[in-house]
């Protein structure tokens, strides 16, 4: 199949909306892995003073994840769908909280941040070109501002590999199938297929000029198929021991 990409896919995500949280709430652990990955931003005094991006917010579960590991952040959601959008601003949310409709490019275009933290969840394996949207983070963060990307990415195991698409053969895709969302959904599933493995994320945050780089995994049965990717912005190695 060909995958969806970046208008095309911001239009399915657009159509699945009003499901959207719906599904994600049968996959077991899908908020808690959210809010541990928040949590690996390691942000000082609850993120008092702290101006966070969350990129690729969605429906705002991991803007919520965020205010969870940070209450004291501020916090703007910016995501590509409008549809989205839309079902992330229908929830309640402090007055610390915004949310914008733009891409990654067009942040860095209406010259907002910098930011002290960005969080990614869900977003890199969806894009065109990774390295691109990398390198726009970089001008977004402050320099040492911290960097954690939550993503499907594969061990590179055959076993987790084969893992992933059991179960979404067996779960997601007929789900979304019912929800006429199949070609998101068979989306989901060939995207993390064709996405980096783990370690080659990590050389491709390397390549781009992030420091500090770690892959960490989560729990539950999502071990070796979703890890918590996280770096700093042009650190040295002594600054980030030293963190």
């Not at 079902?87 to 915004?98: F, I, N, Q």
């Not at 990654?104 to 969840?121: I, M, S």
């Not at 019912?178 to 996405?195: E, I, K, P």
């Amino acid at each position: 199949m060909t995958l969806l990409r970046d208008h095309d896919l911001a239009r399915a995500f657009d159509h699945a909306s009003h499901t959207y949280d719906r599904l994600t709430a049968l996959n077991p652990g899908y908020r808690t892995d959210l809010l541990r990955s928040a949590r690996r931003l390691r942000l000082p005094v609850d993120g008092a003073g702290l101006h966070v991006l969350d990129l690729g917010c969605g429906t705002g579960a991991s803007t919520r994840a965020l205010l969870r590991a940070a209450p004291r952040a501020r916090v703007t959601g910016v995501d590509a769908s409008s549809g989205m959008l839309r079902r992330a601003l229908e929830k309640e949310w402090p007055d610390g909280v915004r949310f914008l409709h733009l891409t990654a490019e067009e942040l860095v275009t209406a010259g907002e941040g910098p930011f002290d933290a960005v969080f990614a969840a869900y977003l890199f394996r969806n894009v065109s070109d990774p390295d691109r949207i990398l390198a726009a983070v970089r001008t977004l963060l402050r320099p040492g501002g911290r960097l954690a990307v939550h993503e499907y990415s594969l061990s590179g195991s055959a076993a987790h590999r084969a893992l992933w698409t059991a179960v979404c053969r067996g779960l997601i895709i007929p789900a979304g199938t019912l929800s006429g969302d199949r070609d998101l959904y068979r989306h989901l599933w060939r995207s993390v297929l064709d996405f980096d493995t783990a370690p080659a994320f990590t050389d491709r945050l390397t390549r781009a000029g992030f420091t500090g780089v770690g892959a960490l995994p989560v729990a539950g049965w999502q071990t070796g198929i979703v890890h918590t990717f996280v770096a700093r912005n042009g650190t040295t190695a002594a600054e980030e021991h030293a963190a």
